[in-house]
């Protein structure tokens, strides 16, 4: 008899599993930027103390959480609110809802090293309650028998618009709808962390196949694939420089000019940016995206005759803020 898979971890390939992962959620009229934040808040009974969960990060909404004085019932309460939350993470993110469903019948265990035995199992002892695996198991199961999340559910998405066809927004890069997305890859084309594990996730295993025919990426080389099962007809994927190593600054301007120029010779002419470095390559999110913003103006003026629309695009709102900041100042 096959024996069941079992997901012990919520991290690398299964990270959007765990509440800690940046999908925007809306509970009760707020609107939080990962579930964790959400979950914290509901045990506030004031409607200004859950506000003060709205913008933080899951490590920022746990410490809030740990001061806060808690609703009298939250011990009756605090499973069903958690499951409250989490359905509303994923039926407000249908592609999550997708990837859940893809598990298939492995059984999902929170496996932890910071012995919580109440939401996951302790990965030393094997003792928990492993209360959040069971409720997305029971919400898979609720998926496969009345189908996905059609998106109706979902909330708008925070974006601003600025001059020279560039914007900024607050959303998983693998949603957008452009002609080609950007991938802020390792040398391997692995598909490994952040960004790139995102996009591979989303795009399904065929595109490791297409990157592994590349033979690797240099770093500030650019490389162009199909878009597999995403909304993007193509990805390019690029590698920036790593925080520290020599000319580094100008390095990441001219991994985003390389990307640029390949798409123009595939006669694209819409593309969506993450903060290229600024995650595993430590690059200072403020100075990598103010490289980003140079690089990208200073591109579009030297091909005036290209149209070219350009996003910018993370699920990290300092991220967002940093990129708002650099398009401001001209």
Request: aromatic share 8%.
């Amino acid at each position: 008899m096959e024996q069941t898979k079992r997901i012990n971890q919520f991290r690398m390939q299964y990270d959007y599993l765990s509440n800690f992962y940046p999908a925007c959620v809306t509970v009760d009229g707020l609107t939080y930027l990962n579930a964790e934040a959400a979950f914290q808040a509901s045990k506030c009974v004031d409607l200004k103390d859950r506000e003060q969960f709205c913008e933080l990060t899951p490590d920022q909404a746990k410490r809030l959480g740990r001061r806060i004085q808690l609703r009298q019932d939250w011990e009756k309460v605090k499973v069903s609110v958690m499951k409250k939350v989490v359905r509303a993470k994923f039926t407000q993110n249908p592609h999550l809802a997708e990837f859940l469903v893809e598990t298939g019948d492995a059984e999902l265990v929170e496996g932890n090293n910071w012995h919580d035995t109440i939401w996951g199992v302790d990965l030393k002892t094997g003792e928990g309650q492993n209360n959040l695996g069971k409720i997305l198991m029971d919400l898979r199961d609720d998926f496969k028998v009345n189908g996905l999340p059609d998106g109706s559910e979902s909330h708008d998405i925070r974006m601003e618009n600025f001059p020279d066809a560039i914007s900024v927004r607050l959303q998983d890069i693998s949603q957008i709808n452009y002609e080609c997305i950007v991938n802020a890859a390792d040398e391997k084309l692995s598909g490994e962390g952040g960004v790139d594990a995102a996009i591979h996730r989303a795009a399904g295993s065929e595109l490791l196949e297409e990157c592994r025919m590349l033979h690797g990426c240099r770093i500030t080389e650019a490389k162009l694939t199909g878009g597999c099962r995403l909304k993007a007809k193509y990805i390019i994927h690029t590698v920036g420089p790593h925080y520290g190593q020599q000319g580094d600054a100008a390095l990441l301007e001219l991994t985003y000019h390389n990307v640029l120029d390949l798409a123009r010779d595939y006669g694209i002419h819409s593309i969506a940016f993450p903060a290229i470095s600024c995650g595993k390559f430590s690059y200072p999110k403020k100075a990598g995206t103010e490289i980003a913003v140079r690089a990208v103006r200073g591109w579009k003026k030297e091909h005036l005759e290209y149209d070219m629309e350009v996003i910018f695009t993370t699920l990290d709102l300092s991220v967002y803020n940093f990129f708002c900041q650099a398009l401001e100042n001209r």
